[in-house]
């Protein structure tokens, strides 16, 4: 059967590998953990990287992955060191099972001789290699068609081809899609451009289409619903717990009193300042019946605040100082203050000691909406100044009203017969001019 190439895939289908790869070849970031092209990487390099970014981002695995190699360059280094100095060298990179899991798969690798399997199936036999670590390491080590399916590479082929089902149901569905789309040659190389596209091309938000080698084939893009894609469940978080933490002081050489909590169960076998219990309805007011030693404690104002997978917390931390001489309780441990660096102290003890050593007070919560405007200062004696009298106004001036003007009366009728009497006496009729002779002068 010939083999496969990148070429070998539908054009016009669908998204096509050799697309992929030649924006690779142009794009591909520079990281501690890979190769040139053309080098052979290492995998013990390639095993370490992936199991460090599990859940973790590049920014926060690059400094850790440099110091874990200058201390354990090698998986013998790491099977022979004692299981605290591997936790300690872990901590701050959070899910601490990943650090147990780590240390037993090189114990088991250096027992059979330091040659990792170069198979899928033989890795998963491993200690704390799952389906995707396995995958990534067959691919990038050992040149293995294999598909690495991380939360970049669900993003990127579940808006490539619409993937409706949302996570984590459609996972094999979408492992399906990316395995079809593997090729024989450069595995590794497309593994790791998938990462690349997904980190900084197809982003959880605002993805830059345009730049992308698959926008043409994207479904998702087609319809411009890539925001929406992958699909998934919302899962309520678990209440809110609350707890304390006792940090004593031993004078002279700063030692602080640290236990180490249990193997198993969250934060197993990695050191803490002695605390409480973490329940939603702890009660602050009786923390000191958790103190672990008789002393003058004092509560710190604020809290300590951290997020766990599940559910978030909120700690109470109480300081005291004690004498140089004070024995350490059962199960505990004085470490000088120079030496907590070498401690399995996960993020979160580290979060108390720093507010043990410099407490910050609590933030003033602001309150919503538009502020008011404070009112114009007042002078410091205002209050006993005399008030300043003001002049009356000018009266304003009075004007007269305008009477009204009296309508016009209206015009008498005529006077009847009788009221002649009343006023001048007519003229008398003039006497009647006789006919005959005239008179004569």
Known sequence: MPRRTAMDHQAGAGPRADDLLAWYD????????????????????????????????????????????????????????????????????????????????????????????????????????????????????????????????ERVLSRAYAVEAPL?????????????????????????????????????????????????????????????????????????????????????????????????????????????????????????LDAPLDARWKRLPGLVRHGFTHFPLELTVFVARVALSTPAPAGMRFTPRSALDDEPLPGLMRKVLAHAFDPKPEPEKKPRGRPKKDPPPMPLLAAMEAPVSMPDPEPRPRVRAVPKPQPKPAPLPPPDADDFLDGEPEAPPAAPRRRGTARRR
């Open 168 to 288: 984590p149901g459609s996972r094999p569905e979408i492992r399906r899609l990316t395995q079809a789309l593997v090729p024989d040659e450069r595995p590794g190389d497309f593994a790791q451009a998938l990462m690349d596209l997904g980190a900084t091309i197809c982003t959880p938000k605002r993805p830059a289409c345009a730049l992308c080698p698959w926008m043409v084939p994207c479904r998702a893009r087609a319809l411009g619903t890539q925001d929406t894609f992958p699909r998934k469940i919302r899962v309520a978080k678990g209440a809110l717990r609350r707890g304390a933490a006792f940090v004593a002081i031993r004078s002279g050489d700063e030692g602080v009193l640290l236990r180490t909590r249990a193997p198993e169960g969250l934060l197993g076998n990695m050191a803490e300042p002695p605390g409480s219990v973490w329940e939603p309805d702890y009660d602050v007011a009786g923390a000191l």
């Open 26 to 153: 142009r794009h591909r970031r520079v990281l501690p953990w890979r190769v040139l092209a053309g080098e052979a990487p290492d995998p013990y390099r390639v095993w370490l990287s992936e199991v460090m970014l599990q859940q973790t981002t590049i920014a926060a695995v690059r400094p850790y992955f440099e110091r874990f190699l200058g201390r354990f360059p090698d998986v013998f280094a790491l099977a022979d060191a004692p299981e605290e100095a591997v936790m300690a060298a872990w901590a701050g990179l959070g899910y601490y099972s990943r650090a147990r899991n780590l240390h037993a798969c090189a114990k088991a690798v250096a027992a059979g001789g330091g040659r990792f399997p170069d198979t899928a199936e033989a890795l998963r036999k491993l200690p704390g290699i799952g389906a995707y670590t396995a995958g990534a390491i067959a691919a990038i080590a050992f040149d293995r068609p294999e598909a690495a399916v991380d939360g970049n590479v």
